[in-house]
């Protein structure tokens, strides 16, 4: 095979054959297909698309790159939960948890944040101690021990996926249905789990802002894991207004650990709770998860999962130490919060990281004092900002970006979370 045809049939709206496919995965993987072959040829998938078999071949050949894990020996039903990436996504925190505390084993393998939105890792790791990087072994073990586990993705799994995504990333080529649910399944299958529940997000904070694409990468995701014998739903939910009340990584572990004490933001508990709902019904589990959220259970398991990977899950959180205020205009309600404004001023004041080798800041971020349907009056406080000692240039670029991201006026939208299932 060579390269450059395989970049011409699809520059061409062609077919690839199934042996082309895994040939250049593999090729590419190997290092014979060089990074300018794949980045021209992942922009023609990205123009022309691809069709249904080919999107399972390439999500076949991504899995074989690596190794696939066996999770039979964790002795309990597995179910996995995957959110398409939004503005104050800190769900995974109480839902591995909630949905460990029925006796189901969660095996979270996460990512880092890029760009506007955040990565559970990097949340995480604001806890003192709390280790991501676990071998195989350990992470099984938690499983059978603690049920939930959350920690980085080893890099014997899917490497196609890790040096495509790496390279996507820089070439403009993320925002397409074909790459976007093979990257996502192909790491999910080869993870082991037995079931997956998937979180797409629609709005101005997700990769897909519209419903009728963002539909469509759900079904595309729901038939490949169908093709490989892991049980998926899909949810469709709102990423138009930030989650919760907080973006920023040790802002976020904060709110999470509200939520497993009973309390938190509403939008927050109701997905966790539609998305454990799901969780547990593949596992054929009949159980109200809202209740392990009141009486405690949830919090233990989160205790146990924190305790399990080195984290002191009573140690103070690292808190940012400059603030400043954005005031409200008018008096009225919110109508609307951008959530990617909110997403980049975010990541501007140090949450987030623009290449995947710098650095985040723990404490930096965003805090929605008034969110979409509540009131406020002019000259109060609507965002706080949140940067370290040192930082407080970062304020003035926040700003910039969240100029006309609020909207505030005459009437309340209410909100829906869950756009469809
Ligand atoms: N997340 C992934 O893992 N891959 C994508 O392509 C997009 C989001």
Redesign the pocket.
């Known amino acids: 095979f060579s390269a450059v045809e395989i970049i011409r049939t699809k520059r061409d709206r062609g077919v690839l054959s199934d042996d082309q496919i895994d040939w250049v995965i593999d090729a590419y993987t190997r290092g014979v297909v060089a990074d300018e072959q794949m980045s021209a040829l992942a922009m023609a998938i990205f123009l022309n698309g691809a069709t249904d078999p080919e999107i399972a071949r390439w999500t076949q050949a991504m899995i074989a790159s690596g190794e696939r894990l066996d999770l039979s020996g964790v002795g309990m039903p597995t179910v996995d939960k995957?959110s398409?990436?939004g503005v104050g996504d800190k769900i995974t925190l109480p839902l591995a948890p909630l949905v460990a505390a029925h006796g189901v084993a969660v095996p979270q393998l996460s990512?880092r944040g890029l760009g506007h939105t955040g990565g559970t890792l990097d949340k995480l790791e604001t806890i003192p101690g709390f280790r991501t990087a676990l071998s195989n072994e350990e992470f099984i073990d938690q499983m059978r021990r603690v049920g939930a586990v959350v920690c980085a993705a080893s890099e014997s799994l899917a490497p196609a996926?890790r040096r495509l995504?790496a390279l996507?990333d820089v070439t403009g080529t993320?925002e397409?249905i074909p790459?976007?649910?093979?990257?996502?399944m192909s790491?999910k299958i080869a993870e082991g789990t037995d079931a997956l529940v998937l979180d797409v997000k629609v709005g101005s904070g997700a990769?897909m802002k519209e419903l009728a694409p963002a539909r469509e990468l759900a079904e595309t995701m729901v038939r490949l894991g169908a093709a490989h014998g892991v049980r998926t739903v899909a949810l469709l939910t709102d990423m138009s207004t930030p989650l919760g009340r907080t973006a920023g990584n040790a802002l976020e572990v904060r709110e999470s650990v509200e939520v497993l004490a009973g309390g938190g933001p509403a939008d927050v508990v109701e997905l966790t709770v539609a998305l454990a709902r799901e969780m547990l019904a593949l596992a054929g589990v009949d159980a109200d998860p809202a209740k392990a959220l009141s009486d405690g259970r949830a919090m233990d398991a989160w205790r146990a999962m924190v305790e399990a990977q080195g984290g002191d899950p009573d140690a103070e959180l690292p808190v940012a130490a400059e603030t400043d205020d954005v005031l409200a205009e008018a008096d009225g309600v919110v109508t609307r919060m951008d959530a990617y404004a909110v997403g980049v001023a975010a990541w501007r004041l140090g949450a987030g990281r623009a290449r995947k080798e710098d650095a985040v800041s723990a404490g930096a971020g965003v805090e929605i004092l008034r969110t979409v349907g509540e009131t406020v009056r002019a000259g109060e406080p609507i965002l706080r900002l949140h940067a370290d000692a040192g930082e407080t240039a970062r304020f003035g670029a926040a700003r910039q970006v969240l100029e006309g991201a609020v909207d505030v006026g005459g009437d309340t939208p209410g909100r829906t979370m869950l756009i469809d299932r």
């Open positions: 995957h398409t990436g990512g996926d995504y996507r993320v397409s790459l976007i649910a093979s990257s996502i790491k990769f």
